[in-house]
């Protein structure tokens, strides 16, 4: 059996908009699905949770894989040829620690003077290595990658590579990509013909 949703499941589960050639695992969760939106080509592995809060968009040719949970409560937009691999966590919203605020969604925003949240923005061809966490009004700019076990506690600059936790730059990430994805849907197209 396939583990994808068939396109009749993938109808009933109520999706903002959805676009063509989805792959959604069976066993991915979606909470306030209304709220998410999906373009082309894209696939959502097992076990990920996607909330969609404010509201989530996913755009065209983006992998999210496995055990991935994204938190949208304020927003979280991610952009074209994106890729986040197994066990990240994104958070659009967070509670404070400190012990100057209340924690877990049971009590009021009153009590939680310390609560962050903003919108977080992953723009074109991002990639985030595994078991990272990205938090609060973020923005990993066009190119950026995120190497595995990372804490993203603020903008990543374009076309440049992070790592650690925090997550500092290392070097600058290289844009053949940008070719070779031209060259691929070249090639897809030709064959389509």
């Given at each position: 059996?396939?583990?994808?949703c068939?396109?009749?499941?993938?109808?009933?589960?109520?999706?903002?908009?959805?676009?063509?050639?989805?792959?959604?695992?069976?066993?991915?969760?979606?909470?306030?699905?209304?709220?998410?939106?999906?373009?082309?080509?894209?696939?959502?592995?097992?076990?990920?949770?996607?909330?969609?809060?404010?509201?989530?968009?996913?755009d065209?040719?983006?992998?999210?894989?496995a055990?991935?949970?994204?938190?949208?409560?304020?927003?979280?937009?991610?952009g074209?040829?994106?890729?986040?691999?197994?066990f990240?966590?994104?958070?659009s919203?967070?509670?404070?620690?400190?012990?100057?605020?209340l924690?877990?969604?049971?009590?009021?925003?009153?009590?939680?003077?310390?609560?962050?949240?903003?919108?977080v923005?992953?723009?074109?061809?991002?990639?985030?290595?595994?078991?990272?966490?990205i938090?609060?009004?973020?923005?990993?700019?066009?190119?950026?990658?995120v190497?595995?076990?990372?804490?993203?506690?603020?903008?990543?600059?374009?076309?440049?590579?992070?790592?650690g936790?925090?997550?500092?730059?290392?070097?600058?990430?290289?844009?053949?990509?940008?070719?070779?994805?031209?060259?691929?849907?070249?090639?897809?197209h030709?064959?389509?013909?």
């Amino acid at each position: 059996m396939n583990s994808f949703c068939s396109p009749e499941e993938l109808s009933l589960i109520g999706f903002g908009s959805l676009g063509k050639n989805v792959k959604i695992s069976r066993k991915a969760s979606f909470y306030s699905p209304e709220r998410i939106f999906i373009a082309d080509n894209v696939r959502i592995d097992d076990f990920c949770m996607l909330s969609g809060g404010s509201g989530l968009t996913i755009d065209s040719f983006v992998h999210v894989s496995a055990f991935v949970a994204m938190y949208a409560g304020s927003g979280i937009a991610i952009g074209h040829g994106c890729s986040i691999s197994p066990f990240t966590a994104i958070f659009s919203e967070c509670d404070d620690f400190s012990g100057e605020s209340l924690v877990n969604p049971w009590y009021s925003r009153d009590f939680k003077p310390g609560y962050k949240a903003g919108k977080v923005i992953l723009k074109d061809y991002v990639s985030v290595g595994s078991h990272c966490v990205i938090v609060p009004k973020v923005t990993l700019h066009e190119g950026a990658a995120v190497l595995a076990n990372s804490l993203v506690l603020s903008d990543c600059e374009e076309w440049s590579i992070f790592c650690g936790t925090p997550a500092k730059k290392i070097k600058t990430r290289s844009k053949a990509l940008l070719e070779l994805e031209r060259e691929c849907l070249l090639k897809q197209h030709s064959r389509q013909r």
